[in-house]
């Protein structure tokens, strides 16, 4: 499997008696394959993975697997602060079928370093589908550092990192680190959409991204502009794409992802709390930044 490219962390469409739309979740997979997306995440955290339950989280990995049919990667959020049921919704990934699961640094618990190694190592001898570490300190409280994810990136069945740590450097360090340990097929990917390109300049070889669910075809052409290294094409898209890549983060992710679907006239629906609906104010800002790119 390669993961280099574009892969959309969806949205989770809710239906008004706040089930998952799963009419919805489909149409929004063919409408993202359609525009050149290479894999779809499902029950990420803009999945809205910490208000969703296991039920409907193993619901929506049958769903994706089932639509997509194989014409791109398919990618299952997998991750809890508890390594058993993190166990558990990895297997269940395994055995629908999907191409890799993402698991997220156990949160709120704050393992040490040698703990979060245990748990990915624990995960990798108890099943056999890739696993892509998550790290986003900003929701976890922890920070896998770089020693970590070199010892973890050892482990043959670990294929890459989603890095949300925003620290530039760090990525250069583990992409340095795995360079200097021959570790092969281990790929950084960014968690950040607009660190994405310099993060390819790097070395990362791709995005699981929270833009590409509004402007899909826009984000995938600039990830693949950049990997083929025609920088000043990508660099152009980078700065179409800035403004869009900020006002979605104006409230707490998905809010404004959520709302621009709503606008753009795609399956999407309500937050769950206790996240909330967007201020006037932060509609009025994404509104014109939707209209600036003519998404509406």
Do not use: C, W
């Not at 499902?42 to 993975?49: I, K, L, P, R, W």
């Not at 621009?260 to 930044?289: C, F, T, Y």
Request: aromatic share 4%; proline share 4%; hydrophobic share 40%.
């Amino acid at each position: 499997m390669n993961l280099k490219g574009t892969t959309v962390a969806m949205i989770t469409p809710f239906t008004k008696e706040d089930g998952v739309d799963e009419a919805g979740m489909r149409e929004n997979i063919n409408y993202l394959i359609d525009r050149g997306v290479d894999g779809l995440l499902a029950a990420g955290t803009t999945g809205e993975s910490a208000t969703i339950t296991h039920d409907e989280q193993r619901k929506m990995i049958d769903i994706l697997i089932d639509e997509v049919n194989g014409k791109v990667n398919t990618i299952a959020g997998a991750g809890s602060n508890s390594s058993k049921e993190a166990l558990g919704l990895v297997q269940y990934a395994e055995n629908a079928g999907a191409d890799a699961a993402l698991v997220i640094t156990p949160y709120y618990n704050k393992p040490q370093q040698h703990g979060l190694y245990e748990h990915y190592k624990m995960l990798e001898e108890s099943t056999n589908i890739p696993i892509i570490v998550y790290n986003v300190p900003s929701r976890t409280g922890t920070d896998i550092d770089v020693e970590t994810i070199i010892n973890v990136a050892k482990l043959d069945k670990i294929v890459a990192i989603k890095e949300a740590n925003p620290n530039l450097d760090k990525v250069s360090a583990i992409i340095k680190g795995i360079q200097d340990q021959n570790i092969e097929n281990f790929m950084v990917l960014s968690g950040n959409d607009d660190l994405t390109l310099p993060m390819i300049s790097q070395g990362a070889m791709g995005v699981i991204s929270v833009v590409a669910n509004v402007d899909p075809l826009r984000m995938s052409q600039m990830v693949n502009a950049a990997l083929k290294g025609d920088f000043e094409k990508a660099g152009k898209l980078h700065y179409e794409l800035y403004d869009l890549m900020k006002v979605l983060f104006i409230e707490s992710n998905p809010v404004p992802a959520k709302e621009s679907l709503n606008m753009m006239g795609r399956p999407s629906g309500h937050v769950r709390m206790p996240l909330a609906p967007m201020m006037d104010e932060s509609i009025s800002k994404l509104k014109q930044v939707l209209k600036d790119l003519d998404l509406v």
